[in-house]
């Protein structure tokens, strides 16, 4: 297969009106595997107990049309004409082959959980509190960032932990949480369940999120990093060191290069035994492996482009707030217990820059009961 991919290269570098473009072909697909709730008897399908809607008719129209076969995994059968015609989400005449699973999983770790398919709403009080640690504390400084009626995207990792911050804070449904697999409102899952949301408002396709997020219409998004560079590029989708652990960029890259604002969150080193003690942090160990490099291993999004773009660029991590400026990485806030010099300036590759006297961040992030929060106004 990489021979065939060394020959036959799927990307190209090319120029067009003056700007240059990766340009990758159309891919024709021949075999399209899509899952649903129901098939009838004709073939048609509904998603009543599925968390996410993954653009499965635009999967069996591609291939449909292309000549190709579609194959849908079910939970169970039903009688033709038994399913709504509004409730067909894909139509039996696009569908080859349908295979019944009964024993389907709803999500990686959920067997069947009604709020995650929108049939009933949980009582927020059964949300489970994250327990108080340093990526907690990130996450309350990222909810920060938020403004009262923002539509925001949220990716893996710590910026999912945030939706829980605003229930924790009384301040619930001040924003509403998109996810790109589609749920519109409520609250992500966290860990390995990522994808899907409980007490959603509103469950759309796929492609319908990522025309949203394309077109630039949603206000911030909160994103992940690896590796962060001097010019404020980031990666998300590579590690040379551990491969396993890195899938791709998925959908960050539509959704980074079109952002208004960008909250990126993660720890400053990889590996750092970490302390929260009396409102201040305490680093018992510093990290094996430095995040902020002078060459990242992939640009999963670009700092330069963003300048160019006027995106607002926050990072945040458990010691510092940094911002992106056209000069380079800034460093804007500190948390109480680090020393500037020692703990960031020196745990870093490349320079940051320091304008001024950083501010310190609010102690009581670093404390486990309520902090407070308060949503900005929108401008």
């Not at 990072?315 to 020692?342: F, K, N, Q, S, W």
């Amino acid at each position: 297969m990489n021979a065939r991919a060394a020959a036959e290269p799927i990307v190209k570098h090319v120029e067009f009106e003056g700007e240059d473009w990766l340009y990758f072909k159309t891919i024709v697909p021949n075999v399209a595997i899509i899952r649903a709730t129901t098939a009838d008897e004709r073939g048609n399908l509904s998603f009543e107990h599925e968390g996410a809607y993954l653009g499965p008719i635009e999967q069996a129209l591609a291939v449909r049309n292309n000549g190709g076969i579609v194959i849908a995994q079910v939970k169970r059968l039903a009688k033709s004409g038994t399913i709504k015609p509004f409730a067909v989400a894909v139509p039996g005449i696009f569908v080859d082959v349908i295979v019944v699973a009964p024993d389907q999983m709803q999500s990686t770790q959920t067997v069947y959980d009604p709020a995650v398919s929108g049939e009933v709403f949980k009582p927020l009080s059964t949300f489970t509190k994250r327990t108080f640690d340093a990526s907690k504390v990130v996450a309350r400084r990222v909810a920060q960032e938020m403004r009262f009626g923002d539509a925001v995207n949220i990716g893996f990792g710590i910026s999912a932990l945030v939706p829980r911050i605003l229930i924790e804070e009384d301040l619930h449904g001040s924003v509403t949480w998109m996810i790109e697999h589609g749920a519109i409102g409520g609250i992500p899952l966290l860990d390995f369940q990522f994808g899907c949301s409980s007490n959603a408002e509103a469950i759309v396709s796929s492609p319908t999120n990522f025309l949203y997020f394309q077109g630039g219409g949603f206000d911030a998004t909160l994103l992940s990093f690896l590796q962060i560079d001097k010019e404020g590029s980031v990666n998300v989708s590579r590690l040379a060191a551990r491969p396993h652990v890195t899938a791709g960029a998925g959908g960050f890259v539509d959704i980074s290069s079109r952002a208004k604002r960008l909250v990126f969150s993660g720890f400053f080193s990889a590996g750092a035994k970490l302390g929260l003690e009396n409102g201040n942090l305490i680093i018992h160990k510093e990290g094996k492996v430095r995040k902020l490099v002078n060459e990242i291993e992939h640009v999963s999004f670009s700092g330069r482009r963003a300048i160019e773009q006027g995106q607002n660029v926050v990072y945040v991590t458990e010691r510092c707030v940094m911002h992106l400026t056209a000069d380079g990485v800034a460093v804007v806030e500190i948390a109480p217990g680090v020393d500037l010099r020692r703990d960031i300036l020196d745990q870093s590759e490349f320079k940051l820059l320091v304008p001024q006297t950083p501010k310190l961040m609010n102690p009581t992030l670093f404390r486990p009961e309520p902090f407070g929060l308060k949503l900005r106004s929108a401008e």
